[in-house]
């Protein structure tokens, strides 16, 4: 009932800055939660950051500083605009949106995951 689509990843030079976006589309009521995660090559999933429906985040330690989440309620969208890029960077990078279908239901999807490769 909902689904979430990825872009913005791809090859990028250290130091460089990709900006991900993540629109969701369906029968939703309320976004509450929107958050990006990680996975690198032989590494577990980590959350990398997090926006509440009031605007707040919170970042993981190594992305704070370089990283900004960010939404747009009017689009259903999440972004994750990341700035001196490293190539401990490197990952898949997922979305993940929980809120309220307009059914009353509640929903957590992932995103189909973007590939992000930061070269040194």
């Known amino acids: 009932q909902v689904q979430l689509v990825e872009s913005g990843g791809g090859l990028v030079q250290a130091g460089g800055s990709l900006r991900l976006s993540c629109a969701a589309s369906?029968?939703?009521?309320?976004?509450?939660?929107m958050a990006w995660y990680r996975q690198a090559p032989g590494k577990q999933r980590e959350l990398v950051a997090i926006?509440?429906?009031?605007?707040?985040?919170n970042y993981a330690d190594p992305v704070k500083g370089r990283f900004t989440i960010s939404r747009d309620n009017a689009k259903n969208t999440v972004y994750l605009q990341m700035n001196s890029l490293k190539p401990e960077d490197t990952a898949v990078y997922y979305c993940?949106?929980?809120?309220?279908?307009?059914?009353?239901?509640?929903?957590?999807?992932w995103g189909q995951g973007t590939q992000v490769t930061v070269s040194s």
């Open positions: 926006i509440t429906s009031g605007g707040s985040t």
């Open positions: 369906g029968n939703i009521f309320t976004i509450n939660t």
């Open positions: 993940n949106l929980e809120g309220r279908l307009y059914s009353g239901s509640r929903f957590n999807y």
